[in-house]
């Protein structure tokens, strides 16, 4: 069972693009164009991306979204949360218009491929940053992460590591995730008590 289906797109949403990230974005045509950020911030994330592709501090949000959904192709997740806090922190309102256009199922496909590599802690802090900005954590979670996640979470509870898959369980908690549905919860409880922390044990049937 899985959160959510993904494959549902809003009308208006344009097709994903195939274009590599070694490539290039064309500069498109500004609409609504956000203010400029400041030379700091505008400094630091063309060092960023200057590997990647180019960064236009006035840039359209359209621009903004085709460059976040690439990067997010290329398993880039944690730049596209850069990206939105960025336009967040600088175009105010404008960032909800970013996230309505960025490429929703190559950004479920990026966090797949993290997953893919055991990033379960990096996809967790991901979705946490990308929902403050507008972009629903539920919706980028299919049916194959949800596998891939359930497996790290079990390897994680009945480790050494059950206290970071809490900490990573209470985080999703709070995005709307069923954690039943990631974890079997004697399995943690019985971790806790194997390591004596019985208050780490109460922490989790709170939260699951």
Known sequence: MYFREIGYFEPNRKAKSNSSLTKLLPSLPQQHSPSPAPVSATHSLSNHFSNVVRWIPDGSLEYYADFASKLAEDGRIEDVALIAETLAAESGANVARFASMVDYDLLSKGISSNLRQGKIESVVYTLKRI??????????????????????????????????????????????????????????????????????????????
């Open 131 to 208: 929902e403050k900005v507008g972009i629903a954590p539920l919706d980028l979670v299919d049916e194959t992460s949800v596998k891939l996640m359930r497996k790290q979470f079990r390897s994680m509870a009945t480790s050494l590591q059950v206290e970071k898959a809490i900490d990573l369980m209470e985080i999703l908690a709070g995005l709307g995730f069923k954690i039943k549905e990631l974890v079997d919860p004697f399995d943690v409880v019985k971790s806790c008590v194997d390591i004596s922390n019985p208050q780490l044990a109460i922490s989790v049937l709170i939260t699951i």
